[in-house]
């Protein structure tokens, strides 16, 4: 992921993973000095999973 930040000037990125999963991908952050691109947030998508209500409608003619 480094190199094509290093060729795209305008290009982010945003790191959505597990806390240990982030550990890992700061250091790499670090590693290339990308802290200026690159932004990590921690999350548990699986501790949470969101309540969907399904609602649909089916017609026949």
């Given at each position: 992921m480094?190199?094509?930040l290093?060729?795209?000037?305008?290009?982010?990125?945003?790191?959505?993973?597990?806390?240990?999963?982030?550990?890992?991908?700061?250091?790499?952050?670090k590693r290339y000095e990308l802290?200026?691109?690159?932004k990590i947030q921690e999350i548990d998508m699986w501790s949470k999973l969101?309540?969907?209500?399904l609602r649909y409608s089916v017609g026949f003619q």
């Open positions: 480094s190199m094509k290093l060729w795209h000037e305008g290009l982010q990125a945003v790191i959505l993973e597990r806390p240990t999963v982030c550990a890992i991908a700061e250091d790499f952050v802290q200026d691109r690159i969101p309540t969907l209500t």
